[in-house]
């Protein structure tokens, strides 16, 4: 059944469990007092006449770090931003150009552990108005919005492999269409798809 905005502030209500990149991984062993770089997220979540959306951005092919895969739009948490949810507002607006003043935020999923040492905290957030997107062009190639149904469902989920630094990984990834999902983005998805399924 397809979330509804009472459905998803129920979810977020409920503890959650926090994910990781090597959540599929066991055998990985992480280094002992490792330092995590703390950032947020913002799921960007707009009424259509079909039912809720989901904003997501396709990363800019010539940026350094994964390079034209769909993402959040959101960043590390800099000495400026009060919190995680003020990096994700703050992020949002830099990259998509959502007003920060037209986010409502329902609330947060619990934080993230990403392979570049990064605890990401989603943030949940209701678009209260239209807004005109433009994306960073330096960061984004495209933004497009995908039926929150669909990336909230358990079936649509898989789960791949690939090689990673030398070793065969495991990972989440949530097809639609032409735009292909995975890693660190759908692992958050899928932890609030199962926060929500609960």
Do not use: C
């Amino acid at each position: 059944m397809a979330p509804d905005l009472d459905s998803l502030r129920a979810a977020l209500r409920r503890p959650g469990r926090p994910s990781s990149d090597f959540d599929l991984n066991p055998e990985t062993v992480l280094p002992a007092g490792r330092k995590l770089r703390p950032a947020g997220v913002l799921a960007p979540i707009v009424a259509q006449e079909d039912g809720l959306h989901l904003l997501l951005t396709k990363r800019s092919s010539a940026l350094k770090h994964h390079p034209g895969q769909i993402a959040f739009p959101g960043g590390k948490q800099d000495e400026g931003d009060a919190s995680v949810t003020d990096a994700a507002l703050r992020e949002a607006q830099e990259e998509i150009g959502l007003p920060t003043g037209d986010v409502q935020v329902l609330g947060t999923l619990p934080a993230h552990e990403t392979v570049t040492g990064f605890i990401v905290t989603p943030v949940i957030g209701l678009v209260t108005r239209p807004f005109q997107i433009v994306p960073e062009r330096g960061e984004v190639d495209e933004v497009f919005s995908v039926p929150l149904a669909h990336v909230t469902s358990e079936a649509n989920f898989v789960i791949q492999s690939r090689q990673w630094r030398g070793q065969q990984r495991s990972y989440f990834a949530v097809p639609y269409g032409p735009y292909y999902i995975w890693g660190a983005t759908a692992r958050m998805l899928r932890a609030w798809t199962d926060q929500i399924s609960r």
